[in-house]
């Protein structure tokens, strides 16, 4: 244990700034924080102790402690006291950048605050994708392929070929909605694995599911319209949606997937959902689930927006055709990606929508972006049309599986009294829910100080859960490391503490 220097610079402006004064001290904090002047495992003084210290009401440091612990900057371990975070929000430590930009802190600082928080948030996010942060994987890495399985060799050769092939045509570009061969090829194989049904025309290629989200938001949403999405849920889709300005009805889960939005949301103008396998809990939705929200959407005149993100890796049980296949009133927009399937940086996905849609979706992404890369499209044509993409995704499907299978063996046999281990259907993760009333958080730390990667369940969760418990990655790692990360999380979770915060 560390302890705090005699002295940690903090400024804080006059009452009755704009700014209140709980907010300067957190940022003050922040600051010394990613700056090192406070550096992890450091134990601060008790909140009495820190506001005589520097003259401030308690309630005041208590604010600003509580929003950082929130923020993961801090952690309170009960009895002992309130320490910098062994392992910061996605690697803050290392935005070594902003630094070099030979700003004043204060100008940053300033310039900060005028930005709509919810923005802020997301650029921070964004800091754990700065190279140096993306460390190599390790147990139980979530949300990521096996990139080292990745045919980078036959990726190389099928996209020297078609540039040396390039024609004019490709250089100059294509239609916004995608390289008419891709979206036939795309038609042809949601056809055949996922029961779409669309004209090639339907399909827009995008940058990610991720701008499908954003391009849902535009195509369907005006500011302030209520959105449905589950709780717990995917975190990137709930801040696009409230960084538009929606207003976000969380809707709880079964085992069947997500409830049916109850009478309050009949309002509602759009339902997310991603009912192929549950991000986060892992679940499939059931086909009446699915009828039922079909039903629910026709009668109330919502979209739902189905992402199917990961859903070519199916292990277990039949697949269950898409939501956009079973619908027959044109309710449903259907997002699915490569970043799983091949790799993240390819930045490529697709989004199709009901044909009434698709020359409001034309205009909406022309102005956005022209167009997604068509050289990538093309190489992501051939690759499929030539038979790449199906043999990878068989290669990989048997990979995964294994990999599961030892997750699963070894998670009951290290871990089986303390935790409940949901059935695992499709997808790269699963997720595990304590027995115990024990606190994520504090475990993710802990297993982050023994080099073993998780994500607690309430990290998406817009309510306190009933148990917390934990994302686990199965894809990105192989057997023996799978084995190393469970051993290391057994003493972990056997000596977590309880949570301190009463739950519902
Ligand atoms: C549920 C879910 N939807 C969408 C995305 C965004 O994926 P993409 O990389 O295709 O933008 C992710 C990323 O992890 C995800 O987990």
Same mark, same amino acid.
């Given at each position: =244990?560390?302890?705090?220097?005699?002295?940690?610079?903090?400024?804080?402006?006059?009452?009755?700034?704009?700014?209140?004064?709980?907010?300067?001290?957190?940022?003050?904090?922040?600051?010394?924080?990613?700056?090192?002047?406070?550096?992890?495992?450091? #134990?601060?003084?008790?909140?009495?102790?820190?506001?005589?210290?520097?003259?401030?009401?308690?309630?005041?440091?208590?604010?600003?402690?509580?929003?950082?612990?929130?923020?993961?900057?801090?952690?309170?371990?009960?009895?002992?006291?309130?320490?910098?975070?062994?392992?910061?929000?996605?690697?803050?430590?290392?935005?070594?950048?902003?630094?070099?930009?030979?700003?004043?802190?204060?100008?940053?600082?300033?310039?900060?605050?005028?930005?709509?928080?919810?923005?802020?948030?997301?650029?921070?996010?964004?800091?754990?994708?700065?190279?140096?942060?993306?460390?190599?994987?390790?147990?139980?890495?979530?949300?990521?392929?096996?990139?080292?399985?990745?045919?980078?060799?036959?990726?190389?050769?099928?996209?020297?070929?078609?540039?040396?092939?390039?024609?004019?045509?490709?250089?100059?570009?294509? @239609?916004?909605?995608?390289?008419?061969?891709?979206?036939?090829?795309?038609?042809?194989?949601?056809?055949?694995?996922?029961?779409?049904?669309?004209?090639?025309?339907?399909?827009?290629?995008?940058?990610?599911?991720?701008?499908?989200?954003?391009?849902?938001? /535009?195509?369907?949403?005006?500011?302030?319209?209520?959105?449905?999405?589950?709780?717990?849920?995917?975190?990137?889709?709930?801040?696009?949606?409230?960084?538009?300005?929606?207003?976000?009805?969380?809707?709880?889960?079964?085992?069947?997937?997500?409830?049916?939005?109850?009478?309050?949301?009949?309002?509602?103008?759009?339902?997310?959902?991603?009912?192929?396998?549950?991000?986060? =809990?892992?679940?499939?939705?059931?086909?009446?689930?699915?009828?039922?929200?079909?039903?629910?959407?026709?009668?109330?005149?919502?979209?739902?927006?189905?992402?199917?993100?990961?859903?070519?890796?199916?292990?277990?049980?039949? @697949?269950?055709?898409?939501?956009?296949?079973?619908?027959?009133?044109?309710?449903?927009?259907?997002?699915?990606?490569?970043?799983?399937?091949?790799?993240?940086?390819?930045?490529?996905?697709?989004?199709?929508?009901?044909?009434?849609?698709?020359?409001?979706?034309?205009?909406? #992404?022309?102005?956005?972006?022209?167009?997604?890369?068509? =050289?990538?499209?093309?190489?992501?044509?051939?690759?499929?049309?030539?038979?790449?993409?199906?043999?990878?995704?068989?290669?990989?499907?048997?990979?995964?599986?294994?990999?599961?299978?030892?997750?699963?063996?070894?998670?009951?046999?290290?871990?089986?009294?303390?935790?409940?281990?949901?059935?695992?259907?499709?997808?790269?993760?699963?997720?595990?829910?304590?027995?115990?009333?024990?606190?994520?958080?504090?475990?993710?730390?802990?297993?982050?100080?023994?080099?073993?990667?998780?994500?607690?369940?309430?990290?998406?969760?817009? /309510?306190?859960?009933?148990?917390?418990?934990?994302?686990?990655?199965?894809?990105?790692?192989?057997?023996?490391?799978?084995?190393?990360? =469970?051993?290391?999380?057994?003493?972990?979770? #056997?000596?977590?503490? /309880?949570?301190?915060?009463?739950?519902?």
């Amino acid at each position: =244990m560390k302890a705090a220097p005699a002295e940690i610079a903090i400024a804080i402006r006059p009452r009755g700034a704009a700014n209140p004064t709980y907010r300067q001290l957190y940022t003050a904090l922040r600051a010394a924080i990613l700056e090192g002047r406070l550096r992890p495992g450091v #134990k601060l003084p008790s909140t009495r102790d820190f506001a005589r210290r520097y003259t401030l009401a308690r309630g005041t440091v208590v604010t600003a402690f509580e929003q950082l612990k929130a923020e993961g900057y801090l952690a309170g371990r009960v009895g002992s006291g309130t320490y910098v975070s062994e392992v910061l929000p996605d690697g803050l430590l290392e935005a070594g950048p902003v630094a070099r930009t030979g700003q004043s802190q204060q100008s940053r600082q300033s310039r900060d605050e005028t930005r709509p928080r919810k923005l802020s948030d997301v650029a921070r996010r964004a800091q754990a994708f700065a190279p140096s942060t993306v460390a190599a994987a390790r147990a139980f890495r979530a949300n990521q392929p096996a990139l080292d399985l990745f045919p980078t060799t036959l990726w190389a050769q099928v996209a020297a070929r078609r540039l040396r092939r390039a024609s004019a045509a490709l250089l100059k570009g294509c @239609p916004p909605l995608g390289h008419p061969p891709l979206q036939r090829a795309l038609a042809d194989y949601l056809g055949a694995s996922r029961g779409v049904t669309c004209e090639p025309e339907q399909i827009a290629v995008v940058s990610g599911a991720q701008e499908a989200i954003d391009l849902v938001i /535009r195509l369907v949403l005006n500011t302030g319209d209520r959105v449905c999405m589950e709780d717990p849920g995917y975190v990137g889709a709930a801040r696009a949606f409230a960084a538009f300005g929606a207003s976000l009805s969380r809707v709880a889960l079964d085992s069947e997937g997500m409830r049916v939005p109850d009478a309050r949301d009949q309002e509602a103008r759009l339902a997310y959902v991603t009912p192929a396998h549950q991000f986060p =809990m892992g679940m499939t939705m059931s086909l009446p689930r699915r009828l039922a929200l079909l039903d629910w959407a026709h009668r109330s005149g919502a979209m739902i927006l189905e992402d199917d993100y990961d859903s070519e890796f199916r292990f277990t049980g039949r @697949p269950v055709p898409a939501l956009q296949g079973l619908d027959r009133h044109g309710c449903v927009l259907f997002a699915g990606s490569f970043s799983k399937v091949l790799f993240p940086s390819l930045r490529l996905g697709y989004l199709v929508v009901p044909s009434d849609l698709v020359d409001r979706l034309q205009a909406i #992404k022309s102005l956005a972006s022209r167009q997604a890369p068509v =050289m990538d499209q093309a190489v992501l044509c051939d690759f499929i049309v030539e038979g790449h993409f199906g043999r990878h995704i068989r290669r990989m499907r048997q990979v995964y599986a294994e990999r599961l299978a030892v997750l699963l063996r070894t998670a009951r046999d290290h871990l089986g009294a303390l935790v409940e281990i949901s059935p695992v259907e499709a997808g790269l993760q699963t997720s595990l829910t304590f027995r115990r009333d024990i606190d994520g958080v504090a475990v993710t730390d802990e297993a982050a100080r023994c080099g073993i990667e998780v994500i607690p369940l309430s990290r998406y969760a817009s /309510r306190p859960l009933r148990r917390d418990g934990l994302l686990l990655g199965f894809a990105a790692v192989d057997a023996p490391e799978i084995r190393r990360g =469970m051993r290391g999380l057994a003493p972990i979770l #056997k000596h977590a503490r /309880r949570r301190t915060v009463s739950r519902t």
